[in-house]
């Protein structure tokens, strides 16, 4: 299917991409700071589950269509950054945190995850980058380009998921040791819910109609 070659310089460019700081990021790290890691870590693969959606449908096809419809682009974006702005206005009305980061039970866990896959996959910009990145590395000569989109949207998922990872438990981290100051962890639970708001409006602004 694909060249070694080529798929070693994608793995290479895809590394570097996801380590860069983007929303995502932001989102995980403001998850795990008010929640602690645990929380950033279900959103972690909440995210990655949202990617595996976008994996299926760019192999299908549903992403250049969806990227190609003003319409479709706009419902996913506006979709998106209500419902961030939605999770940035619980967490300012929120009066728990105060004494920092609460353990969660398993449900609530489980929909801090969903909440990850809804964020993701209502991500136009997720859907222009596969639209933009993956077919780089595409050989339509080498086989099935369907299963050579699965197969390097599984690897930008895996290391997307490990860069996820280390920013979620750099946030807990931090905040583990704030556990002391009562007054600055009521001060970070604040910046989550600005960060949410803050992504919401980005998401709401940012980037073009497709033609």
Sequence with gaps: MIETQTYVVFVVAAAALVMVPGPNHLYIMARSAAEGSRSGVASSLGVETGTLVHIAAA??????????SAV????????????????????????????????????????????GVVVNVFN??????????????????AGSVPAQVVVLGLTLSVLGLLSNLGYAFAAGLLVTRLRARPRALLYQRRGSGVVYLALGAWAAVSG????
């Design 59 to 68: 192999a299908a096809g549903l992403s250049y269509v969806i990227a190609r």
């Design 72 to 115: 479709a682009f706009d419902v996913i974006r506006y979709c998106g950054a209500a419902y961030l702005v939605y999770l940035g206005v619980r967490a300012l009305l929120d009066r728990g945190g105060e004494t920092g980061p609460r353990e969660l039970p398993p449900r609530r866990m489980r929909r801090v995850y969903a909440e």
């Design 124 to 141: 136009p910009k997720v859907i222009l980058f596969f639209l933009a990145f993956l077919p780089q590395f595409v050989d339509r000569s």
């Design 208 to 211: 073009a109609r497709p033609a």
